[in-house]
């Protein structure tokens, strides 16, 4: 999602492009062909060096495969051949398309040999490479997504991109050999047409990837803008904000939870907000794009009910809704929202924990039918028939069936599955409510719930006898920011010691292997590797670093937090404002990108300018509240045109916009009495409060000022004891759990 400004260069730039390579597919005619699909022998190429799971996937392709860096930048060079790129990741469904397609195919593989460098780049390990040249694919052919797959000279400049291309000629568009062969011709009949085209096509992107900061204090407006958009947007029957395919989109959901919990003075407005948010999270919950046997939600559902899922399973996706769902049940008291997330945490515990207490980063949407046979599908590990059912529950298959949406035939909605892979194939999801459910039985609904729980197990231990999706090992440092933040909160809303452990444990794991001598890295795998982290490695694990300090109070976490901002600013903050993705002095990178839009990951300036804030309210320091303000000033121009373009930037400005809380106390955080109080502020939505712990505020004095505030405070009558201020400023006293409640209850109603 772009601004008008932005939108304007991408059209200039797209029909610059296009009109430049028209001739490319002058009179070509167009003829079936027969699919290429053939088996190759055993390869390997450069990429059997590398440790991404997704390079080593191609490692045996006939493709010639080299890594992004050097080495294969100065062949491209020296043979003066352009450079093809191929970006994408290991559970990417379209990915393992076309690498079936076309990378395992040696005709293909023998074009792409003779003519091109060919480079392979694992989006997650280089964000900075495929937000660059996924900009240029966007603005030529006004979409995105992986594979991606560019052409650049050698310069490293973009002249042609897209995303998958078929292997065969069809529709009368080309297949990949014939555009290989096309662009090849291209390059040796036109070289110096198509330098030229491609540096001005860098010149426009360097051009649209500029921001333009606004003067002045920070408004409100584009808050009011922005739900005003979602409540066109909304799908009052479904929940969600599109029609299909639909994607959770937390940082959404975050603002307008915040919206709502910060606008009692517009009593309706707040209605609305916490309606769309919880009303989607429900929906989300119920449907397929939930896992409803394992826990855990898929990337996206590809219709508007939320029922088939692209069944890949993200790490920050799992985060990131984990905390939207905390949030709703602190604001609603919601139950389902406290479970999705706690059999959320629990998948991730389960299924994504590495050993050292790192969080792994992906499941694959695709796995094997049945173990020793090749034949594969997307949805396979998930999906049932209704005879494995029957068989497995048999006299409680009925009442399962009816409550989960099992049909004799299959259940996916039409058009939903254009690849019949899951014909005669059922995705749970919840049809029934409990109540619904309770007469269908015949039984009181809790034996109801019992029962089903019972089936749910039993399908659960069944699914796990199939073969596994291809887990993604890797550990990202931003994504396990991330991940700490939803175990933190967890903990705290939840009160599951489990959860703060798997949080520690996370952070220990990055702190002893991910931080090295100031600096920061952005992968683990089989040990430390060689890329440093971009600033949303930072910002993100600030995040956490903050969330799990709220959760356990202990210095450690905000002396290292402090450290890693120090860090962040220097690398990567622009003096205009803001933070650009990547570091200064790579010259592989030739643009260097500060984001503008919060998609399925926040940008590392939306999530920057909370925890800026965050930390001037815990330390005092006022040049965190100005750098903080500065951010949000950069994005000034994106946030008045198109201000949903940036939710997460949109919850980071309400937290400028309002003043902050704080909530003091004091006695041992072991004793039932001091975690009595902690309850209390623990069950209620506060998004902007800081909860501090005098005794363990001692201990982190040299840290700041306002720490030496709360470190003054002392118990009543020797009782743990409560304080609620404002800038410091408290009120009297309170040391019995109602009276703290009163006491929130009443603070509220007059804000």
Known sequence: MRSAACAACNWVLKNWVLKSFAFLFAGLSITQSADPIVKPPSYRNLLALEKSPYLIQHAANPVQWMPWGEEAFTKARRENKPIFLSIGYSTCHWCHVMAHESFEDTATAEILNKHFVCIKVDREERPDVDRLYMSFVQATTGSGGWPMSVWLTPDLHPFYGGTYFPPNDRFNRPGFPTLLERLAEAWHKDRARIVDTAAESLATLTENAALHPTAGPLSSAPLQAAFQILLKQYDEEQGGFSYAPKFPRPATLHFLLQFASE??????????????????????????????????????????????????KMLYDQAQLVCAYLEAYQLTGDSLSASAARTTLDYVAREMTDPEGGFHSAEDADSLYAHNKPEHGEGAFYVWEQAEIDALLGPDASLFKAVYGVEPDGNSPAGSDPHHELTGKNTLLRRLSPAEAALRSGIDPIATEALLERCRETLYAARALRPKPHRDDKILTAWNGLMISAFAQGYCVLEDERYLEAARKAAHFLHEKMWTNGVLLRTYRQGPGAIAGFAEDYACLIQGLLDLYSADFSPQWLAWALELQAAQDAAFWDAEGGYFSSPAGDPSVLIRIKENHDGAEPTASSVAARNLTRLAELTGRKDFHERAIQTVQAFGNVLERMPIALPQMLHSLGGLLEPWH??????????????????????????NTMVLHAESASAAVPLGERLGLAAQMHSIAGKPTAYVCEGFSCKAPVTDPRELKELLEKKAAQE
């Open 263 to 312: 606008h009692t003075e517009n009593p309706r407005q707040a209605q609305l907000a916490t309606s769309m948010a919880v009303h989607t999270l429900r929906c989300m919950a119920l449907g397929g794009i939930h896992d409803q046997l394992g826990g855990g939600f898929h990337r996206y559902s590809v219709d508007r009910v939320w029922h088939v899922p692209h069944y890949e």
């Open 662 to 687: 704080q909530i003091v106390l004091t006695g041992d955080l072991q004793s039932a009495d001091t975690r009595a109080l902690l309850r209390v502020v623990r069950s209620r939505y506060l998004p």
